[in-house]
């Protein structure tokens, strides 16, 4: 044990420790540990936050202008709060600022000159700043339409559902285009996606959102969305969605997946696949009366299909296009898009065996035999 001047042991922990031996060799030392204490004092330092206003710009007359705070932050991580203020306006402006005490606030240039707006952020105990300057041109701002959705918020599995955007607004009173797309949720197929009313259909539970954008020409409005909940509940009448539009080959078998939704508490639901038109004068299917039914696609060509669904009350239908390819390629080398082969030219030609059925969808068939070029991007 070691001892010594200036060793205290006020509460006998030394003499009441368990002490750790260790053996060593002849001429060697006994050292027995007892006791360690420590002890330590920290004195914390809050360390100030940083205030981020954004960068200066340039703005024409009449922008609404957006300050973005967010980007202001605490070293330890403390929540915020935000001030914001105007530090100098032209003498003409009478702007307000609205969402002062938000990280995210505005204003509208109402006249040329120069507003000055400072952030100031604060941790609890330490407040920081900074400052930025938007710049008011003489120039008019264009002004933007304005995108205006309505739609119902919940709709029923296989229920079709319109959401109208005829109320959008433009400052020059001229007519609008409309484009819907679908941002968010269940993946469904919109019907008059640049019209002012959009509808679809989900036979999933779940939520679709959708976005609207209008434009008048000179400017477009700033995107709207709205959100409709698909709820876990049978349509009121019978609805049938026939699927995708398919491809096949030649000769080769093609199954069709169709779905179908009743009624609650309906009776028999009569389902039949139809032949409209392709190819062919007469399509075999089997199991037309079901789901899913197959044929066997003797020629190349686009073959259309409808699905139908009736409860002797009411009935629903759906249509798609099976697009036929050839079972075999010409033998002939493209060449690198070219025929490129040594030796006379000799008579050749390219045979188009299929598009992508979005592209004939939005540009139509082209008619068998016409000639003309395809670019391939």
């Not at 709060?81 to 105007?86: H, L």
């Not at 296989?158 to 400052?171: A, C, E, K, N, W």
């Not at 040594?342 to 050749?348: D, R, S, W």
Request: charged residues 15%; contains cysteine.
């Amino acid at each position: 044990m070691l001892d010594g001047p200036g060793v205290e042991d006020p509460y006998g922990m030394i003499a009441r420790a368990p002490m750790a031996r260790h053996s060593l060799p002849p001429a060697g030392l006994l050292l027995a540990v007892t006791a360690v204490a420590a002890c330590a004092v920290w004195a914390q330092v809050n360390q100030p936050p940083t205030a981020v206003a954004g960068s200066d710009r340039s703005v024409a007359t009449g922008t609404s202008v957006l300050l973005d705070g967010r980007s202001s932050f605490d070293p330890e991580g403390q929540p915020l709060s935000y001030r914001w203020r105007f530090a100098g306006l032209p003498v003409a402006s009478r702007a307000v600022l609205f969402g002062a005490e938000t990280p995210l606030a505005s204003f509208t240039t109402d006249a040329a000159g120069d507003y000055f707006v400072e952030l100031t952020v604060d941790d609890g105990a330490v407040a920081a700043s900074d400052a930025a300057r938007v710049r008011a041109t003489g120039q008019t701002a264009v002004q933007r339409p304005v995108a205006i959705a309505r739609a119902p918020g919940t709709v029923n599995a296989g229920q079709r559902v319109t959401i109208d955007g005829s109320g959008s607004t433009s400052p020059s009173g001229v007519a609008l285009t409309y484009a819907w797309t679908r941002v968010f949720g269940n993946a469904v197929e919109l019907a008059g996606a640049d019209t002012s009313r959009v509808s679809f259909r989900s036979f999933d539970p779940g939520f679709v959102t959708l976005q609207l954008v209008v434009a008048d020409g000179a400017a477009a409005s700033l995107p709207v969305s709205v959100t409709v909940i698909v709820l876990d509940r049978p349509p009121a009448t019978p609805a049938v969605e026939a699927g995708p539009d398919v491809t096949g080959i030649a000769g080769r078998k093609v199954t069709l997946s169709g779905r179908v939704l009743a009624p609650r508490g309906a009776g028999s639901v009569t389902l039949r696949w139809t032949y409209e038109s392709g190819p062919v004068s007469e399509l075999a299917l089997t199991d037309r009366h079901t789901a899913s039914p197959s044929f066997v696609p003797p020629v190349p060509g686009f073959y259309d299909l409808r699905f139908s669904a009736a409860d002797g009350q009411s009935s629903d239908e759906d249509r798609l296009t099976v697009q036929v390819l050839s079972a075999t390629a010409p033998a002939a080398s493209s060449g690198g898009c070219g025929l490129g082969h040594a030796g006379p030219p000799a008579a050749a030609g390219w045979l188009l065996l299929g598009l992508p059925l979005a592209w004939i969808r939005r540009e139509g068939r082209p008619a068998a035999g016409t000639p003309g070029a395809l670019t391939v991007g």
